[in-house]
């Protein structure tokens, strides 16, 4: 017989089952699902490093590779990058993720960026070319027998230009490279009957080369 106080075995049980339902339906209530949305599946394809690539063009078909390599956490070091498509090689992060290599493009086209563990994204870039132009190539006596000689080159990236210089004495051998904005200028001692027509050539990045552009040198 049982007292008062003590709740039979049956009742013990329909409690019990009682709270478990209510606990049930609590963590319901709080689940994702039950709040009217649920989360998505982890998608295991997704790329958990991100690389970047930035292309500066150099003379002779070079082409300087910089960027980066990162993921949630922060920069990654010591990791290989490797390079396809237009240019072949492969360059080391350094402590900060950041790599730059320079690297000789067989030919023109989209270049390609990617960690050697296959966890990154792949990072694109095409390498362009287009033959050059000289404009308003002059020479402009300073005094003293100095000439300035200047110009503007269009058609082409700007990046790796350089303008060979000739025709008379005191320009043979003479190379400049051309400024950010296409503009090149060189001084030089042009002495008494050593005048005549100078001459300027464009040559980019890939080679290619302008028509030659003369101007007189009355001396």
């Known amino acids: 017989m049982f007292d008062l106080f003590t ?10 089952r009682t709270v478990s339902l209510r606990l049930e339906r609590l963590e319901d209530r709080l689940s994702p699902s039950g709040l009217g949305f649920s989360l998505p599946p982890p998608n295991p394809t997704l790329p958990s490093e991100t690389v970047t690539m930035n292309v500066t063009y150099d003379p002779n078909k070079q082409v300087t590779l910089t960027g980066q390599l990162s993921n949630s956490m922060g920069a990654i070091a010591n990791q290989t990058i490797n390079f396809g498509g237009a240019v072949n090689g492969t360059a080391t992060t350094d402590a900060q993720g950041n790599y730059s ?3 000789t493009a067989s030919q023109l086209g989209q270049v390609t960026a990617a960690s050697s563990d296959g966890k990154s994204n792949t990072a694109t870039a095409t390498l362009a ?14 005094g003293n027998s100095v000439w300035e000689f200047e110009g503007t080159v269009t058609g082409a990236p700007t990046q790796g ?6 025709g008379i004495p005191a320009l043979d051998d003479v190379t400049v490279n051309v400024n950010p904005d296409g503009t090149f ?18 040559v980019d990045w890939w080679g290619d080369t302008s028509e030659l552009a003369t101007t007189s040198v009355p001396v």
Not at 161 to 166: D, H, I, M, R, Y
């Open 161 to 166: 230009e350089v303008v060979n210089l000739g």
């Open 185 to 202: 200028y060189v001084f030089a001692t042009v002495s008494a009957g050593n005048g005549g027509a100078a001459s300027a050539e464009a």
């Open 129 to 142: 070319s287009q033959v050059p132009t000289i404009s308003s190539f002059t020479a402009t006596c300073e």
């Open 7 to 16: 709740r039979s075995p049956r009742s013990q049980k329909a409690a019990a």
């Open 101 to 103: 290599v320079t690297l």
